[in-house]
């Protein structure tokens, strides 16, 4: 079924979306900040399915920034434990719905073993699937991959004049990952929080002030529709 006034020739091959407000939500409703994560899971399976509804064949969701270890230690740990008893409730149901789930961002030892083996197990079991990829930036910094990647240059031995933007892009976590045509950001902050900094160099960006708890499909094809009106001229002229 096609998605009313959506072209679906014109849809966004990678959508990245920063999943920004769940601790105001909750605040908002006098709750703990936990619940607005708690409340966000189904913001984030609504989307999966409306990227799914869509045809989108990327889609990069901010879960947790190399930044956010500066929270208080009972909302990370929250946020580690939430994390990984999701993967356990939701990965049968992506693995049926042809979902490949992948991980971006670096597996330091602050990320509870327990956590790694959970997305170990995610990876492993929906490897083969083929209609969306959904990567979790967890524990992801833009600075931190591009560090990583110039680290791995420099351990492959590239030499000097081997350094280009091809080179780069190589050495990124998923070197496969197309960049973001669009991206989506919720809670009405307009940055970027250090998310796929390399790879949003000509992304459409998208804000919206709708809080992550209460974010729909429908808000996603609303972006898309957003998306679909921008003229993209990657520093060119006019088609
Ligand atoms: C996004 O919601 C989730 C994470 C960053 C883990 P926030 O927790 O940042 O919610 P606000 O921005 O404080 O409302
Ligand atoms: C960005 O949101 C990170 C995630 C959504 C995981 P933050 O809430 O951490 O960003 P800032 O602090 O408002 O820039
Ligand atoms: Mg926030």
Known sequence: M???????????VHIGV?????????????????EGHAAGEEALFDAVEGALELGVKWLTVYAFSTENWKRPPDEVRYLMRF??????????????RDVRIRFLGRRDWRVPRRLIRRMDEAL???????????????????????????????EAGVSPRGVSERAIREHLYHADMPDPDLVVRTSGEYRISNFLLWELAYSELVFTDVLWPDF?????????????????????LEA
């Open 18 to 34: 920063v999943m920004d407000g769940n601790g105001r939500w909750a605040q908002k409703r006098g709750l703990p900040r936990t």
């Open 216 to 236: 729909r499909r429908e808000h996603l094809f609303e972006a898309v529709r957003e998306f679909q009106r921008r003229d993209r001229r990657f520093g060119g």
């Open 124 to 154: 492993s079991l929906t490897a083969g699937n083929r209609t969306m990829t959904l990567t979790i930036a967890f524990n992801y910094g833009g600075r931190a991959e591009i560090v990583d990647a110039v680290r791995s240059m420099v």
């Open 83 to 96: 994390n990984e008893s999701m993967l356990l409730r939701r990965r049968d149901e992506l693995n049926e």
């Open 2 to 12: 096609p998605v009313p006034e959506i072209d679906p020739n014109g849809v966004p």
